[in-house]
């Protein structure tokens, strides 16, 4: 209220001010979830309206994103597996494989979402498909909604479908839109290949050790015992119907470098195909009474305030607050990679993780100048700061892992604090040592 109603300062303008008092408004509210996130992102909607921060293109374009038609395929999938037994019984075939220990099952579930990053390029896809037999497998462990056990076999999921694949160049978009913006701003085309080479060994190895070994730590509690787990009777039906609605969808989602279908559309594709009555599914009733479409606003609520940010002028002004703050000095290797890293994960505050290369790309040659460091290694330490995860709503797919897996906020800070401070902390040192060895700092 008092940015709203102050005089701009000098070299501001009003709408500017104006949408930094609306963001300070909505992170506030989704940082402390002091109301529910839907309603939050609801007044998000109506204040930047009646402000005029933006227009209405610009506000509601989260609703156009390909994100947002995700998490609605979520729903409507999760609802689906739920409906017809299909999570339960996958749920059985991970139990009786998977291992006899909270380790055992978190490494499981860590292991198959890195897998499934070099298969699947929606790192939403991927939350989509997973948590909702992730629910089941928790049920089938004896973990009830809100248990400890349930809330870190969620997060455990949720974090490895961001953060360790990161280090993939298509199984993030913040990669996509830092690739996209390299390559038309400055010529620059990253490899794949080489990305990897560059970013997984620590990223995405360390970055699911980590996640495994605080899991574990914070949330670890006893499966129920294997002999309470009975094998699953035969498939139904219905159960073989959703299959293949499942698998069509996952091998779409799988080869979308080669059709060019967005992985938005093949989820609402495998949506529409639940609920058609002709398939018997996902009938009416039971879609209306058990489909929580809240999580469909929050996203689009998210995606709506960080493309304000960036229309206002926002996220460029406090770019250059930053740097004006942060030491840069040519010569200094290990100081100038440890502030662009910061720059970059202080960005995700307010811009969120898919917009720090938005924000920060346009900005790479200046930083470049300043640094004496190659452009390419400037805009590859982005990659290391967006992965630092804070708060969970800077990464739209954990904010859907946990809406569908029933996480509240205070629980999912207890690791996302954590495990981006370490990975601050542990691993930036040990990929500046990576990337000095492969000679990045040289190029």
Known sequence: MILVLMPPPPGVSRTLLHAAALTVFAVGLWATA???????????????????????????SGFAAQAVWLVFAGVVIGTAVKHTGLGERLARALVLRIGRSYLAVITGLVVVAMVLAFLMPS??????????????????????????????????????????????????????????????????????????????????????VLIVLLTTLIFAERPRPYAGVARAGPITPAEKRL??????????????????VGPGWIGLAAATACLLPALRLLPPKVFSGQANLAPVI?????????????DSGLAGWLGAALF??????????????????????????????????????????????????????????????????????????????????????????????????????????INFLWW???????Q
Do not use: K
Request: hydrophobic share 60%.
């Open 123 to 208: 790192s939403m896809g991927r939350v989509v498909l997973l948590i909702p037999v992730v629910n089941a497998l928790a049920a089938q462990l004896g973990f009830a909604e809100g248990s400890r056990g349930r809330i870190g076999m969620v997060m455990a999921t949720g974090l490895a479908c961001f953060m360790p694949a990161a280090a993939v160049l298509p199984a993030a978009v913040p990669n996509l839109v830092l690739a996209g913006a390299a390559e038309t701003q400055y010529g620059l085309a990253f490899a794949y290949m080489e990305f990897l080479r560059l970013h997984f060994p620590i990223i995405g190895i360390g970055d699911s």
């Open 243 to 260: 299959s293949v609605v499942l698998v069509a969808a996952l091998g779409l989602w799988a080869t979308d470098t080669l059709h060019g």
């Open 436 to 442: 000095r060895w492969l000679g990045v700092f040289s």
């Open 298 to 310: 929050y996203v689009a609520g998210i995606l709506g305030m960080a493309a304000v940010v960036a």
């Open 34 to 60: 002091a109301i529910p996130e839907e309603v939050t992102a609801i007044a998000f909607f109506l204040l930047a309206m009646l402000l005029a921060v933006a227009p209405p293109s610009v506000v509601f």
């Open 324 to 429: 004006a703050v942060v030491p840069l000095e040519a010569g200094a290797e290990a100081r100038n990679f440890a502030s662009l890293v910061g720059i970059a994960s202080a960005t995700g505050f307010v811009a969120t993780m898919a917009g720090v290369p938005a924000v920060l790309a346009p900005l790479a040659d200046t930083l470049a100048d300043a640094t004496g460091l190659p452009l390419y290694a400037v805009l590859m330490t982005q990659v290391i700061g967006y992965t630092a995860l804070f708060i969970p709503y800077q990464s739209p797919p954990l904010v859907v892992a946990m809406q569908l897996g029933g996480v509240r906020l205070r629980d999912a800070l207890r690791i996302t604090l954590l495990l981006a401070a370490l990975e601050l902390a542990l691993l930036t040192p």
